[in-house]
């Protein structure tokens, strides 16, 4: 798609766009970053429902200031979120959108897994990303960015050496190329039911739809996070997102955030 077309046919595409939470979709031929743009719109007042959408990002973000290396073909977008619930039940959003992104891929016939918290791989090598940006205090959440990138179309040599052979893409599993707006319509569906569950209160359903799309309880992982590293047997989630890790001296250690590594795959790293 050329970008002129790119924007036009979103676009248009936006315009036949039935989902009730999407009030606003912005498309871009190229941005720094989505989420970078839904942040300063956030900041600037725009309303729940505004999507942000890029053709290609030159400064995609990923988790823990990694890049997100965002070349034509891939889905670039951001969801500029409000949500009226508590901040610990915010904390299940990067479940949900994880879940809308592994479920949209399911339907093509692949099989997708979430990696604890919200890395969408296939046959283990990366196949989606996602990046959540907030502004909260203990009490109020002024927004949440739900940053989503899939590599949809993305020819994987277009990807740098260092990542290719952990990363795949939707195109490169199915040996064809995918609708991209078919692709956004079920992710954009997929994403509105189960951000309703948050509204309902049916936190015990995200928690366990999650579950069974995710491979990592039950494995040996290595977490790092911001002040250490743990290591032992992913036991669980509890109802706010933690993950709970039964490490060797016996102690349960309940996480929130963090980088998880299995290590079956860091022996063959
Ligand atoms: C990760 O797995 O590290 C998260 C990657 C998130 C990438 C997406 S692409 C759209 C949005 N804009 C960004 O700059 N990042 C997210």
Not at 22 to 35: A, G, M, P, Q, R
Request: net charge neutral; proline share 2%.
């Amino acid at each position: 798609m050329k970008d002129k077309t790119f924007v036009k046919k979103t676009r248009e595409f936006s315009k036949n766009l039935h989902i009730e939470f999407i009030k606003k979709l912005l498309v871009f031929e190229k941005l720094d970053s989505t989420n970078g743009t839904a942040k300063d719109l956030a900041r600037a007042g725009a309303e729940e429902g505004t999507i942000i959408i890029a053709q290609k990002q030159s400064r995609g973000r990923g988790r823990f200031d990694r890049m997100w290396q965002s070349p034509e073909g891939g889905v670039y977008l951001s969801l500029i979120l409000r949500p009226h619930v508590s901040t610990q039940n915010a904390s299940l959003l990067p479940f949900i959108a994880a879940l809308a992104v592994a479920k949209t891929i399911d339907s093509y016939g692949l099989y997708p897994t979430i990696k604890w918290p919200n890395d969408v791989r296939v046959n283990r090598k990366k196949i989606a990303g996602i990046l959540l940006e907030s502004e909260m205090d203990s009490q109020t959440i002024s927004y949440v960015v739900v940053g989503i990138g899939v590599n949809l179309n993305v020819d994987i040599k277009d990807l740098s050496e260092d990542i290719r052979s952990k990363s795949t893409s939707i195109s490169n599993e199915i040996g064809r190329l995918i609708d991209y707006f078919e692709f956004l319509t079920t992710l954009l569906v997929q994403f509105e039911e189960y951000y309703k569950l948050l509204f309902e209160s049916n936190y015990g359903q995200i928690i366990n739809e999650w579950k069974k799309q995710s491979d990592t309880i039950g494995k040996k992982i290595q977490i790092e996070t911001a002040s250490e590293i743990i290591e032992g047997i992913a036991c669980g989630i509890d109802e706010a997102g933690f993950l709970m890790v039964r490490t060797n001296d016996g102690l349960i250690k309940k996480i929130a955030s963090g980088d998880c590594v299995y290590f079956d795959e860091l022996q063959h790293a």
